[in-house]
């Protein structure tokens, strides 16, 4: 499959003040990606970020609220896989340095073509491919897209609950590690995650799971078994 073709099934979240410019390139990445989501400012963007896990992030650097830096250094706290592009204006040592340090797919600065977007796009496809198979399988014909978010036994699909999905998706994809109490308190409740709250969570998640597929590393975190 050709790499652009495989945007079909990718979320992609653009941000970008500017209403003009923002509905311009969604309405031109629409033409490449089944499931693109907007925003105008970087709260709006981060908020976005959460309800729908995205895939790839293309977002301004200069924006009210809650600047693109900013806004990445934040999503990167919790989040080293999701592929971002950062739009700028700036070339600047400074910049540069910082880009780096937030593991950017790359930036791209003002004004942004077609020809210089889809090689990046391309760079994000072929390196979410690269992570390994989008698909985990588990016991008892148990599977996982980690690229849609979703949980089948068989044909079966198992619906989980908005905290079950964040919390399965961090251990799908992570499943070679232990994901600590502070990650999963980062991610999945972004504030303090109590133990009467995770137990409950847990104890749920592992009835709609193959037994022991959840596993416990005590004073740790939880690990996913294959």
Same mark, same amino acid.
């Given at each position: 499959m050709d790499t652009l073709n495989k945007l079909k099934n990718i979320k992609l979240l653009y941000i970008d003040d500017e209403a003009f410019i923002r509905m311009s390139a969604v309405?031109?990445?629409s033409y490449y990606c089944d499931h693109v989501y907007a925003a105008g400012d970087g709260i709006h963007g981060y908020e976005l970020y959460k309800e729908l896990q995205p895939d790839i992030i293309i977002t301004d650097i200069k924006m009210p609220k809650l600047n693109g830096l900013d806004l990445v250094e934040k999503i990167r706290k919790k989040d080293p896989h999701t592929q971002i592009i950062i739009i700028t204006a700036y070339t600047d040592t400074t910049f540069l340095l910082k880009a780096v340090e937030l593991k950017l797919v790359k930036y791209l600065v003002k004004p942004v073509s077609e020809a210089k977007l889809i090689p990046l796009l391309k760079d994000a496809i072929n390196y979410i491919d690269s992570e390994e198979s989008n698909i985990l399988e588990l016991r008892e014909g148990f599977r996982y897209d980690k690229l849609n +978010?979703?949980?089948?036994q068989h044909d079966t699909f198992i619906k989980l609950n908005n905290k079950e999905a964040l919390f399965f998706d961090i251990c799908a994809k992570n499943h070679h590690r232990?994901?600590?109490y502070s990650e999963l308190e980062n991610f999945v409740w972004e504030g303090e995650m109590s133990a009467y709250a995770l137990s409950s969570l847990v104890k749920s998640l592992r009835? +709609?799971?193959p037994k022991e597929t959840l596993q416990n590393i005590s004073g740790t975190g939880y690990k996913i078994v294959i």
């Open positions: 309405e031109y990445l +978010k979703t949980l089948f232990v994901v600590t009835s +709609k799971l």
